[in-house]
């Protein structure tokens, strides 16, 4: 058993449903699946290479700008695919520095980040970190699907920084740390949508295991999510549904009250957990369940 466990046949119900309502296939990057959400909203569905679980990447096209959610695994040429659903230029941000989400940034020239994520992206950025990623003999993929390592330039920036799309449609970073300490989210107000990356996503977000090797791990904490979900809470007129970074997209606001609520409990007294389970990371953490949302943790990890 698994803290996961429970949550797959929801994802996999939600995807099959997803599917049948219609997937687009470029040439351009035939390995993905893309969803067209809304009118200028794209969703983009990443298989995992065997490293991490399957990653969704998100294009916003703004009326002078897009915004590329996420790079996934960087396999598959993105670069085409994203320069074939828009003619804007467009900026190229990550959620998180974590590879599932940043691996493809080596097609692009730069890449905005969350600026406590600045450290973690630049240590991906890596040959070595690059071959974890190749695809398994038993894969979706062939090698031939691989993009090349190459540098790019990483911009950090603060909470609250606000990306232009033009004509007044703008989208605001919150920082949303605990899972990673750069983790963020976008709030996009014109479409209603908040993309939250892996710091609140319908299956349990992973907030366990020993940080102290990471810089800022004082924001890799239980504590500090909460903190920064309260003022989202502050936010919550802006955006009716979550836009994550795995699993059910469409995920309902509630969900972040919910993920607030079992932040307070946890930090009140770090026994008020759910279950005890494995992640499948490390033997045994704890699992934290409040309504829509739910977050497995260690006790280092609270405050
Ligand atoms: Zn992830």
Known sequence: MSVFDRFD???????TELRSKGILHFEEDPVVDVFKM???VYSIYSRSPGAGGDAWMHLVIGPEKAMLIDTGFGIGDLKALVEKLTDQPYYVVNTHFHGDHSQGNYQFEEVYCQKYD?????AQMNPEVRECFQPKEDSYYTAADVV?????KVIGVEDGYVFDLGQGHTIELIHLPGHAPGGCGFIDPVNRILFSGDAVVSTPVLICGDASSNLHSEF?????FGTQ????????DQFDVLYPGHAILEYPKSSVTDMLQ????????PDSFTEINSTGRIEEAKLKIVGLASFAYTDDRVR
């Open 148 to 152: 090349p390592y190459k540098e790019y």
């Open 9 to 15: 046949p929801l994802t996999k119900e939600y995807l």
């Open 118 to 122: 600045v450290e973690g992206l630049m």
């Open 262 to 269: 079992a932040c307070r409990e946890v930090v009140a007294d």
């Open 38 to 40: 809304r009118e200028n």
């Open 229 to 236: 979900l309260e003022k989202l809470t502050a936010k919550l």
């Open 220 to 224: 890799m904490t239980v504590a500090a």
